[in-house]
C-alpha cells in the first residue's frame, strides 16, 4: 500500500537478459520513476504504484499464476511453453496475456546438422530432438504427424548433436550465429516469438485495476511512437489522392489551405510505420515540396 492507501501494483520482469535493458526502458517512457539498487530484486516505483520484481524469465508464469505478482513481461515462448505444461495439468487459464510488446524477437526452430539431408518434417521421423521447450515442440511435431523423440534437456541444446544425445535440435534462434558456429542450420520455424505482457486471470480492486489499464494505455502509446512521424508537406490539389496513398499507415491526413494560392495546400499526417528515404523521393515525385519529417514524442488514441 502507498500512504494514501493505494494499492500497490506488482510487475516481474527479467533480472539479466536478453529483455532486460528494453522492459525497464518501456517503463521509463510510460513515465515510471524508479530507484534500484545494486543487487537489489525490487525497484520501487516512486511516482507510480507500481512495483517491479527482477527474476529468472522462467519464473515469470508462475509467480504472475500464483498471484505474487498481477503483471510479467516475458518471451511469447516462455508462456506458450507453460501454458501447453499447465493444460497438460489440467489447468487451462493460469494468467492473461493483454498485451504484444515489439521486442524480444525470435524464433523457435528445429535445426539439423549441416551434413544431414532434410526435404520437410518427414525428414525428422524417428529422430530425437533436444530441446528445453518439449511441450511447444510436441504439439507442433503432432501437427506434422511426425514421429520423434523429444529430448528435453535443461541447457545448451545446441551442442547436443555433436555429443550424440540428439540428431536434431529445437531452439531460439535470431540471427543464426550460434547455429552456424554448431555447425547446425535451420529446418523449420516452431513459433514465432517477442515479448509479452501478461497478468493475472481474475479481476483485482478497482484501484489496482485502473492503475493497469493506465498502464496499457501508455505502453501502447510508446509502442505506436516508436515507429511513427509526423509529417508536413505541400501538395498540388491536383495530386492530393496521389500523396495521400504515398504516407505509410497515416489514414487521415489534415489538409490545410496556403496563403496566396489555390493550387497547393499543406498536408500534416501522423505515419504510424517507418518513413524511408524512397517514400520521400515518391511523394517528390509526385509533386510534394517542402517536406519535412519529425519524430514524434508522446500519442494517446
Ligand atoms: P534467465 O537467466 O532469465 O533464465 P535466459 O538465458 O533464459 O535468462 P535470455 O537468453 O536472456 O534468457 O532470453 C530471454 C528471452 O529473450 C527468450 O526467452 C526469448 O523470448 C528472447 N530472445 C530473443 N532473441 C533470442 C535469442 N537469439 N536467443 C534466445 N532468446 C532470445
Ligand atoms: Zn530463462
Redesign the pocket.
Known amino acids: 500500500m502507498t500512504p494514501d492507501g493505494t494499492p500497490r501494483i506488482k510487475l516481474a520482469i ?6 532486460t535493458d528494453n522492459s525497464l526502458d518501456l517503463l521509463t517512457r510510460c513515465g515510471l520513476k524508479y530507484s534500484r539498487r545494486k543487487d537489489q530484486l525490487v525497484c520501487f516505483g516512486e511516482n507510480m504504484p507500481l512495483d517491479v520484481l527482477l ?4 519464473d515469470i508464469p508462475a509467480l504472475v499464476e500464483d498471484d505474487v505478482c498481477d503483471l510479467g513481461i ?5 508462456v506458450e511453453e507453460r501454458r501447453l505444461a499447465r493444460l497438460a495439468a489440467g489447468v487451462s487459464s493460469p494468467f492473461e496475456q493483454v498485451m504484444s510488446l515489439d521486442y ?3 524464433r523457435l526452430s528445429i535445426a539439423v546438422p549441416e551434413q544431414r539431408r532434410y526435404d520437410g518434417p518427414r525428414s525428422l521421423s524417428g529422430l530425437r530432438i533436444a530441446t528445453t521447450y518439449p511441450h511447444l515442440l510436441r504439439r507442433w511435431l503432432d501437427e506434422q504427424q511426425v514421429e520423434a523423440e523429444v529430448v528435453t534437456l535443461s541447457g545448451s541444446v545446441e551442442i547436443a548433436p555433436s555429443l550424440g544425445r540428439a540428431e536434431a535440435i529445437c531452439d ?4 543464426g550465429a ?1 547455429l552456424a558456429a554448431n555447425r547446425l542450420v535451420e529446418a523449420e520455424v516452431v513459433l514465432d ?3 509479452v505482457l501478461i497478468r493475472t486471470p481474475g479481476l483485482l480492486e478497482s484501484a489496482r485495476e485502473e492503475w493497469i489499464s493506465r498502464l496499457l494505455l501508455r505502453m501502447n502509446g510508446v509502442q505506436q511512437v516508436r515507429e511513427s512521424k509526423y509529417i508536413m508537406l505541400h501538395a498540388p490539389r491536383s495530386a492530393l489522392e496521389q500523396i495521400s496513398a504515398l504516407l505509410p499507415g497515416s489514414e487521415h491526413p489534415t489538409i490545410l489551405p496556403l496563403e496566396g494560392t489555390d493550387e497547393k495546400v499543406a498536408v500534416h499526417a501522423v505515419c504510424r510505420e517507418n518513413v524511408f528515404w524512397e517514400t520521400l523521393e515518391g511523394l517528390k515525385a509526385a509533386g510534394a515540396s517542402a517536406i519535412l519529417v519529425l519524430p514524434v514524442e508522446k500519442m494517446l488514441p
Do not use: I, Y
Open positions: 527479467q533480472k539479466s537478459g536478453r529483455l527474476v529468472r524469465d522462467d516475458v518471451g511469447f515462448n516462455v524480444g524477437r525470435c531460439l534462434v535470431s540471427t550460434t516469438s517477442h515479448a
